[in-house]
C-alpha cells in the first residue's frame, strides 16, 4: 500500500504536573496531609499527574521506600509520573515502576501552600506547578492576567497561572483557581481560590459574595462560615496573620 | 446552510419535546422549511406529540448507519407540508449516536432545510451533548424552581464548553431562556421561583413564558403542537417565542396572576 504521510512525528513541548516535595517518610502524615489538600480542591488534584521530590528529604536522611509512595499517590488518585532527587536505591526502584528520573535543575523554591498550617513539627507536604522540559526552561516571564467574560456556569473549573479577572457571574457549583489575585466584578456564588500555590499575598474581590467557598493560599471559609454581614455585598478577602479577614469596600 | 437549533434543560419533564414540536411547528408555519430531530434514543415520544407515530418506518439511527436515506426516514408533517421529522429509535441502544453520524445527517439536512431543531434528551450524558454539539442556537428550558434552574445552568456550562462552535473558538452558540410550565398563581404565593429569582441566576435573553396550560396535555393526546391551538395560553406564548426569535418585538404576557374571583373561586385554570 502506498502511504505518504508519516507514520509519527517527534514534537518538542512542555508538559505541566504539579511537584510533590516530601518532608517526611511518615506514610500516614503525607496522606492525611494529601487528603487535606485534595478535599480542598477536589478537581484540580483529580487524576493529576505528579512529580515526586525526594531531595529535602535526602538530605534529612530519612529512608522512604519509592514503591510504597508510589502506591500510595496511585491509590489516593494521582499519576506520579516523575522523580527527581532520589538516592541510588530510589532511582532503581522507579525504573522498575517505569517511573522517568528528571535531573534536577536549579529553579528558585516552589512556595509551600497553606503558609497558615505550617507549624513546627508538623510534616510538610508542598506542591508546586512547574515545567519538566526536555530542553532548559525559558526565563520566567510575569504571567498576564486572564479575563473572562462569560458567564462561569455550575461544572465548570477556570485555571489561572497569573491573575483572574471576571466580569461576568459565576454560579454555585463552579470553581475558579488562581495562583494571583481573583477579581470578580459580578455575583460570586461558587468556589473561588487565589494564591493556590501558596501566595499569602493574594486577594480576593469581588462585586457580591455569595460564594460557597473562598480560599487564600490555602486557607478556607465555607458559606457557613461566611458572615451575614458581609453576604451579598461587595468585598474583598485578604489574609492577615494566617486569617482570612472578608471586609466590605465601601 | 440551516440554523441548528438545540431544545435543552439537563432536567427531564420541563417541557423540551413539546417545546420542540410547538416551536419546529412555529417555523414552518412562518414559511422556513424546518426539519425537527427525536435525539431521545429508547424513550421516542417527539412522534406522539406530532402524531405521526403511525408513520414511523425508519428513524435516526437507520440513517446514521446507512440503513436507509434520509428521505426515506423523514416524515412530512400531516398539518404544514415545510416541516420535517426524523423520528428517534424505540429500540435501538445509545451507543449507535456517533458525532461523526450526528454530524453527517445535520450536514445533509442543511443542505435543504432552513431551521433544523434538536430535541434533546434529558440529562449530561451522550445524547445529550451530541443534540447540543452541533447547535448555533440553544433554547434552554426551566421551570419555575430550584433542581430545574440549577440543571440549566450546567447545561448552559457544556454549551459554552463542549460544542463544536466552542472547540472551534467561533462565535459562542447563543442561548435563549424559555421559562415553561410557569403557574403564576403558584408562583404569587412562593410555592415556585419568580422569573426574577431565575433571571439572577441564569441572566440570560428570554424568548418566553410558557403558562402551565391543561391544553398542554389535551394537544399532545391529540397529536397536534400546542401552538396550533391558538386559543390557549400556552399555544400564544409558543407564538410568540417564535415571533421573538424570528425578530419581531413583543411584551411578554402570562406574568402575573390576574385570575376573577370566580375564577380563583372554583380553581380553575386553562
Ligand atoms: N406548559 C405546560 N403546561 C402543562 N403541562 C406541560 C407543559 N409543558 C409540558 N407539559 C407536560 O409535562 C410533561 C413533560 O413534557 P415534555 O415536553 O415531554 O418534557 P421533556 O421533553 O423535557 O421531558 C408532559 O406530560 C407534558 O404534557
Ligand atoms: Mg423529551
Redesign the pocket.
Given at each position: 500500500m502506498l502511504n505518504t504521510s508519516p507514520a509519527l512525528e517527534f514534537k518538542s513541548s512542555t508538559f505541566f504536573a504539579p511537584i510533590l516535595i516530601l518532608y517526611t517518610h511518615d506514610m500516614v502524615a503525607i496522606e492525611q496531609t494529601l487528603q487535606e489538600k485534595i478535599n480542598l480542591a477536589p478537581e484540580f488534584f483529580r487524576d493529576s499527574p505528579l512529580i515526586i521530590d525526594l531531595r529535602e528529604l535526602n538530605k534529612l536522611n530519612q529512608d522512604l521506600d519509592f514503591v510504597q509512595i508510589t502506591q500510595l499517590l496511585r491509590r489516593i488518585g494521582f499519576f506520579p509520573v516523575g522523580i527527581r532527587g532520589g538516592n541510588e536505591q530510589q532511582n532503581k526502584q522507579a525504573r522498575t515502576l517505569s517511573i522517568p528520573i528528571d535531573t534536577v535543575r536549579e529553579q528558585g523554591n516552589p512556595i509551600t501552600i497553606g503558609e497558615a498550617q505550617k507549624q513546627e513539627a508538623v510534616p510538610e507536604v508542598t506542591t508546586a506547578k512547574e515545567s519538566i522540559s526536555p530542553i532548559a526552561a525559558p526565563p520566567q516571564s510575569p504571567v498576564a492576567a486572564t479575563l473572562i467574560t462569560q458567564p462561569i456556569r455550575s461544572g465548570q473549573r477556570i485555571y489561572a497561572s497569573g491573575d483572574l479577572i471576571i466580569l461576568s457571574q459565576v454560579s454555585a457549583g463552579a470553581e475558579i483557581m488562581a495562583e494571583g489575585n481573583i477579581h470578580v466584578y459580578n455575583t460570586l456564588r461558587g468556589r473561588a481560590l487565589a494564591g493556590v500555590h501558596g501566595n499569602t499575598a493574594a486577594r480576593i474581590f469581588c462585586f457580591d459574595l455569595q460564594a460557597e467557598l473562598i480560599s487564600i493560599a490555602g486557607d478556607y471559609k465555607t458559606s457557613e462560615d461566611l458572615n451575614k454581614q458581609t453576604y451579598k455585598n461587595p468585598v474583598q478577602i485578604y489574609l492577615q496573620n494566617h486569617a482570612l479577614i472578608i471586609k466590605e469596600i465601601a | 446552510m440551516a440554523r441548528i437549533i438545540v431544545v435543552t434543560?439537563g432536567k427531564?419533564?420541563?417541557?423540551?419535546?413539546?417545546?420542540s414540536a410547538a416551536i419546529a411547528m412555529g417555523l414552518a408555519k412562518a414559511g422556513h422549511k424546518t426539519a425537527v430531530i427525536d435525539f431521545d434514543v429508547g424513550l421516542r415520544?417527539l412522534d406522539l406529540?406530532l402524531g405521526c407515530e403511525r408513520r414511523v418506518v425508519y428513524d435516526f439511527i437507520n440513517v446514521i448507519n446507512g440503513e436507509a436515506s434520509l428521505n426515506q426516514a423523514l416524515i412530512r408533517d400531516k398539518n404544514c407540508n415545510l416541516l420535517y421529522i426524523l423520528p428517534a429509535s424505540q429500540t435501538r441502544d445509545k451507543d449507535a449516536l456517533t458525532e461523526e453520524g450526528v454530524g453527517r445527517v445535520l450536514d445533509e439536512l442543511s443542505k435543504d432545510f432552513e431551521y433544523i431543531v434538536c430535541?434533546s434528551p434529558?440529562g449530561i450524558e451522550k445524547g445529550a451533548n451530541l443534540a447540543l454539539y452541533f447547535a448555533d442556537d440553544a433554547f434552554v428550558?426551566t421551570n419555575p424552581e430550584v433542581s430545574s434552574v440549577r440543571d440549566s445552568d450546567r447545561m448552559l456550562g457544556i454549551l459554552s464548553s463542549k460544542s463544536r462552535r466552542a472547540e472551534r473558538n467561533e462565535d459562542p452558540i447563543k442561548e435563549y431562556l424559555l421559562l415553561?410550565?410557569y403557574d403564576a398563581d403558584r408562583v404569587k404565593s412562593g410555592e415556585m421561583l419568580s422569573l426574577e429569582d431565575v433571571q439572577e441566576i441564569l441572566s440570560l435573553e428570554l424568548l418566553g413564558i410558557?403558562?402551565?396550560?391543561?391544553s398542554?396535555?389535551s394537544a399532545?393526546n391529540a397529536g397536534i403542537p400546542v401552538i396550533l391551538d391558538e386559543k390557549s395560553e400556552?399555544g400564544q406564548a409558543y407564538a410568540d417565542v417564535v415571533a421573538r426569535y424570528l425578530g419581531e418585538k413583543r411584551p411578554h404576557r402570562f406574568i402575573d396572576a390576574k385570575h376573577g374571583f370566580l375564577r380563583r373561586l372554583f380553581g380553575g385554570r386553562k
Open positions: - | 434543560s427531564g419533564g420541563v417541557g423540551k419535546t413539546t417545546t415520544n406529540i430535541d434529558a428550558v415553561t410550565r410558557i403558562p402551565e396550560s391543561k398542554v396535555l399532545s400556552a
